[in-house]
Every structure is written in structure tokens, then in C-alpha cells.
């Protein structure tokens, strides 16, 4: 399964921590805070490529501790 693991940049080592569970289960997955290119210079690339991590995805997962309001 691909999963978009979801998370607030505060949580970026959980989201990642998590990730490597899943993917030690088999599974294939999306971090933003890996995934997403760091140097993008607009929040419209940004979204973009988030968004297509979601497309490429069967399943979103979120790792959210209530702090981030994006």
C-alpha cells in the first residue's frame, strides 16, 4: 500500500518515525518533511507536489498534535 504520511512540521521526526514502521511492513510512503522538495521557492509548489504525494496515495495518514493550524 502507498501512504502519504500527513503531519505539523513539529512532528516531522514522529511522521518520519512512523514512515519506517510502515515501510519495514511492506509498505511504500510519502513524508512531506522527506519528500517534498525543500527549495521550492512559492507555497504553490509546495501544495503541488503535497498534493500529488496524496494522489499517488491509497491511504493519507496524520500525525497532528493539535499545534499546527495549516
Known amino acids: 500500500m502507498k501512504i502519504f504520511?500527513?503531519?505539523?512540521?513539529g512532528l516531522s521526526t514522529k511522521a518520519l518515525d512512523y514512515a519506517e514502521t510502515m515501510e519495514v511492513a511492506g509498505h511504500?510512503?510519502?513524508?512531506?518533511?522527506?519528500?517534498?522538495?525543500?527549495?521550492?521557492?512559492?507555497?504553490?509548489?509546495?501544495?503541488k507536489a503535497n498534493l500529488d504525494g496524496i494522489k499517488w496515495s491509497d491511504e493519507c495518514h496524520v500525525i497532528w498534535d493539535l499545534s499546527s493550524l495549516g
Open 5 to 9: 504520511v500527513i503531519h505539523s512540521m
Open 28 to 47: 511504500e510512503t510519502f513524508v512531506p518533511a522527506r519528500d517534498t522538495e525543500q527549495t521550492y521557492t512559492t507555497e504553490q509548489e509546495i501544495l
